[in-house]
């Protein structure tokens, strides 16, 4: 196990314990969280050496293109509505007349990817699970490393920089492949929504240890700052606090799923969603940030 002491983002100790979490996808083993008291930061820590185990579990839906479960066909089907909001949103003030490149960190199944290249998009991904032999003519990676591009208009982490362990590496990393006017996209759950504050230890987005941190508004910002980049704004991913919630429910429920407690996840990610309209503390921000 590796015990992480100082906060990756502003160099404090990390000492405050303030959940304990279960793996509720692969082992059933129980990780911790602590803060950093001050810039927020939520870190699992100690954390295993062998990630990758952690991954291999046929619940881990995000690597999957099979729907096994009710809760799987949920995430199948916002996974398509997401997509086609997710382009409208890199689509955003293109200079038009001239091909643009996108890089997908974390890309998954290459859904997002296949689509932005379906409306003339040049695309590139990474994604540490792929294997090569199965699509060789994509241009999908193992690591940064390999990405022969130099620079990308636009450069995207949809739920990807909370598992990612050298979180201030590949953000520089990313500045430094960033084009002259490009973005970034980097969307990462909210601990301070009130879906997690209603299932505190249950909540789903967690997902411990596969997600090493836990972001606040707050986190995010300093982040970004800390290491010479700009908040253009955030957006809120309003659907994520309904599929939260139902994993949540179904974790909280020793793994089973009702009609009872599916009502009660709606109610709950319908409150999270309401109350945001005010603290705009949604289950989950796209931060759109610029050099």
């Given at each position: 196990?590796?015990?992480?002491?100082?906060?990756?983002?502003?160099?404090?100790?990390?000492?405050?314990?303030?959940?304990?979490?279960?793996d509720?996808t692969?082992?059933?083993?129980?990780?911790?969280?602590?803060?950093?008291n001050?810039?927020?930061?939520?870190?699992?820590?100690?954390?295993?050496?062998?990630?990758d185990?952690?991954?291999?579990?046929?619940e881990?839906?995000?690597?999957?293109?099979?729907?096994?479960?009710?809760?799987?066909?949920?995430?199948?089907?916002?996974?398509?509505?997401?997509?086609?909001?997710?382009?409208?949103?890199?689509?955003?003030?293109?200079?038009?007349?001239?091909?643009?490149?996108?890089?997908?960190?974390?890309?998954?199944?290459?859904?997002?990817?296949?689509?932005?290249?379906?409306?003339?998009?040049?695309t590139?991904?990474?994604?540490?699970?792929f294997?090569?032999e199965?699509?060789p003519?994509?241009?999908?990676?193992?690591?940064?490393?390999?990405?022969?591009?130099?620079?990308f208009?636009?450069?995207?982490?949809?739920?990807?920089?909370?598992?990612?362990?050298?979180?201030?590496?590949?953000?520089?990393?990313?500045?430094n492949?960033?084009?002259?006017?490009?973005?970034?996209?980097?969307?990462?759950?909210?601990?301070?929504?009130?879906?997690?504050?209603?299932?505190?230890?249950?909540?789903?987005?967690?997902?411990?240890?596969?997600?090493?941190?836990?972001?606040?508004?707050?986190?995010?910002?300093?982040?970004?700052?800390?290491?010479?980049l700009?908040?253009?704004?955030?957006?809120?991913?309003?659907?994520?606090?309904?599929?939260?919630?139902?994993?949540?429910?179904k974790?909280?429920?020793?793994?089973?799923?009702?009609?009872?407690?599916?009502?009660?996840?709606?109610?709950?990610?319908f409150?999270?969603?309401?109350?945001?309209?005010?603290?705009?503390?949604?289950?989950?921000?796209i931060?759109?940030?610029?050099k």
């Amino acid at each position: 196990m590796i015990e992480i002491h100082n906060c990756p983002i502003c160099g404090s100790l990390i000492k405050n314990v303030v959940l304990q979490c279960k793996d509720y996808t692969a082992t059933l083993e129980e990780f911790k969280l602590k803060q950093c008291n001050n810039c927020s930061l939520v870190i699992t820590t100690p954390r295993p050496v062998d990630l990758d185990k952690y991954y291999r579990s046929e619940e881990y839906i995000s690597h999957s293109t099979k729907a096994k479960s009710f809760t799987d066909r949920l995430y199948m089907l916002a996974r398509k509505f997401t997509i086609t909001s997710k382009f409208g949103l890199i689509e955003r003030n293109i200079q038009i007349g001239r091909t643009h490149s996108l890089l997908d960190i974390g890309c998954g199944t290459g859904e997002f990817l296949k689509y932005c290249q379906q409306k003339g998009w040049d695309t590139t991904g990474v994604e540490p699970t792929f294997e090569s032999e199965s699509r060789p003519n994509e241009k999908i990676y193992k690591s940064l490393t390999d990405v022969r591009d130099k620079t990308f208009d636009r450069i995207t982490l949809w739920h990807v920089l909370e598992h990612i362990p050298d979180i201030i590496h590949t953000i520089q990393w990313i500045k430094n492949s960033l084009a002259e006017n490009g973005t970034i996209y980097i969307a990462v759950p909210n601990y301070n929504s009130h879906d997690s504050k209603y299932y505190k230890k249950y909540w789903a987005a967690y997902d411990v240890p596969r997600h090493l941190w836990h972001f606040s508004q707050q986190a995010m910002a300093e982040l970004i700052s800390n290491n010479g980049l700009r908040l253009v704004e955030s957006i809120p991913m309003k659907l994520d606090s309904y599929y939260v919630s139902l994993l949540s429910e179904k974790y909280k429920n020793n793994n089973t799923t009702s009609v009872i407690s599916m009502m009660k996840a709606f109610l709950v990610g319908f409150q999270s969603n309401l109350n945001s309209k005010k603290n705009s503390e949604y289950s989950s921000l796209i931060y759109v940030i610029k050099k």
